[in-house]
C-alpha cells in the first residue's frame, strides 16, 4: 500500500519536478531569512541586528541549493532564471514554470512567518498592522528603500546589486577560471549574498530578486497592510522586480567580456597559452 501512495505521490515529468524544487528551496530560504528580519524588528535588536539578517539570507540561500541545487538548480530568483533563459542554460518554455514555483514557495514562506510571529506582531504593533512608522514591520517581508533614496537611486542600486550578484555567480560556477572547489557551491553562493548584504544592503534592502519581493508584498497587502505595501515610497514595489532582471542581463555582458570570452577552449581543443586550470564542467549560472 505504501509503495502504491508513494508511486501515485512521484512526479514524472521533469520540468514539473523543477517547478516543485523551486517551490520548496524558495521556501526554505524565505522562511530563514524573513525569520532573521522578524526577529531583529520584533525583537528590538534584542535578537539580532543588520549582520544576522544578511546572514540569515545568506545561509537560507545556501540551504535552498542544498535542498534542490541537484534538481532545478536551486535559482531561487526570477532574474537568474532569466538570465538562464537568455544564455541558453535553460529552456524558455520552463520559466513560467521556475518562476510559479519560486513565487509559490515565497508566498507560503510568507504565510509560514506570519503565523509563526503572529503574536510577537501583535504584541509589537498593538494590533495595527503598519508599513512606516515606529511599529513599522512590512520591511520584515518586503524590502523598502532608506527613507533619503529616490526612486532613480534606488532602482541603479538594485539594478548594480544584482549584477554583481550574476558575476559572483558566474565566476563560482566557472570551472575554467576559478571556480569554487567541488562541494563549496552552496556555501560560496549563500556567502556571496551574505556579503551583498553587508556591503551593498543599507540604501534598499538589497532585494535582487523579484521572487524574494513581490509574492512577500502581495501577502502583506491581503494579510493586514493593505495596498500601502504597493503605494509607499513612491510606488517603490515595481523597482524590485524590474531593476534585478536588468541587472541580471548587466552581469552577464560584463563576465562574458571582461572574463569568459577570453577565456574558452579554441575549436580543436586546446587552450590559449596564457590559460590555465581545470576545463572540465559546463558554465552554469
Known amino acids: 500500500m505504501l509503495k502504491k501512495v508513494i508511486g501515485w505521490l512521484t512526479v514524472r515529468n521533469e520540468t514539473i519536478r523543477q517547478g516543485l524544487a523551486e517551490a520548496l528551496s524558495t521556501f526554505i ?9 522578524a526577529q531583529v524588528v520584533i525583537g528590538k ?8 539578517i544578511n546572514l540569515g539570507f545568506g545561509f537560507g540561500v545556501m540551504l535552498g541549493i542544498h535542498v534542490a541545487g541537484g534538481i532545478s538548480g536551486a535559482h531561487m530568483n526570477a532574474a537568474i532564471t532569466f538570465a538562464n533563459c537568455v544564455v541558453g542554460n535553460l529552456p524558455w518554455y520552463k520559466l513560467p514554470v521556475y518562476v510559479i ?3 509559490v514557495g515565497s508566498f507560503l514562506a510568507s504565510a509560514t512567518t506570519f503565523s509563526l510571529y503572529y503574536e510577537a506582531l501583535m504584541d509589537y504593533t498593538g494590533g495595527t498592522l503598519s508599513v512606516g512608522g515606529p511599529t513599522g ?32 555567480i558566474l565566476a563560482i560556477n566557472d570551472l575554467k577560471n576559478a571556480g569554487a572547489l567541488p562541494g563549496t557551491h552552496a556555501l560560496s553562493v549563500g556567502l556571496l549574498v551574505a ?11 538589497y532585494a535582487i530578486n523579484p521572487s524574494r519581493d513581490l509574492p512577500p508584498r502581495i501577502f502583506t497587502a491581503v494579510a493586514g497592510w493593505g495596498l500601502e505595501v504597493f503605494n509607499a515610497s513612491n510606488n517603490w514595489w515595481w523597482v524590485p522586480v524590474v531593476a534585478p532582471m536588468l541587472g ?9 567580456i571582461f572574463i569568459d570570452f577570453h577565456n574558452r577552449p579554441r575549436l580543436d581543443g586546446s587552450r590559449k597559452p596564457d590559460c590555465e586550470g581545470d576545463e572540465s564542467g559546463e558554465q552554469r549560472l
Open 137 to 168: 514591520t512590512a520591511n520584515i517581508f518586503a524590502t523598502y528603500p532608506s527613507p533619503y533614496m529616490s526612486t532613480l537611486g534606488g532602482f541603479i542600486n538594485e539594478f548594480i546589486t544584482t549584477a554583481v550578484l550574476l558575476i559572483g
Open 248 to 256: 541580471s542581463l548587466l552581469g552577464i555582458f560584463i563576465y562574458n
Open 29 to 37: 530560504l524565505m522562511v530563514i531569512g524573513q525569520g532573521s528580519v
Open 101 to 103: 514555483g519560486q513565487f
Open 45 to 52: 535588536n534584542s535578537f539580532g541586528d543588520f549582520l544576522s
Open 195 to 205: 556579503v551583498i548584504g553587508m556591503s551593498l544592503g543599507m540604501n534598499t534592502g
